[in-house]
């Protein structure tokens, strides 16, 4: 299960941990594989460290991650998706990452879809 973990990159940058989740592809991905990532953000920001998500381009991976940690850990309203939105213009999170958080999350459906569309399709 962890095995394409020893390829991401580790560390800090600027103070900020590193959490790499280029294992994620975009398309479906198994469950536990946005759990484990959620996690691991989670589990830095629990020892007071500061995290940086990333993918390739931080495009839709890495912000699907941030919108879970953001409605898992800090409790903010998953449909909330405009916070990631304004730091990052080019914010597009594909369909399959949104419904897998869906279910991890137990989020009954809006219309989070069309803002990320619109966003990126405004930038």
């Not at 973990?5 to 198994?30: A, H, M, Q, W």
């Not at 996690?39 to 020892?47: A, D, G």
């Amino acid at each position: 299960m962890l095995a394409g973990y020893s390829e991401c990159k580790e560390g800090f940058i600027e103070n900020f941990r590193i959490v790499d989740v280029r294992t994620l592809v975009d398309g479906e991905n198994p469950l536990f594989e946005y759990e484990l990532n959620i996690i691991r953000v989670v589990s830095y920001l629990e020892l007071g460290e500061k995290a940086v998500i990333c993918c390739r381009a931080g495009v839709s991976r890495s912000n699907a991650i941030a919108l879970g940690v953001l409605a898992y850990y800090f409790k903010i309203d998953f449909n909330e998706v405009e916070l990631i939105t304004s730091k990052v213009p080019i914010c597009n999170i594909l369909l399959p990452h949104i419904s897998a958080l869906r279910k991890l999350l137990n989020v009954q459906d809006r219309s989070i879809i069309s803002c990320c569309a619109f966003q990126r399709n405004t930038t």
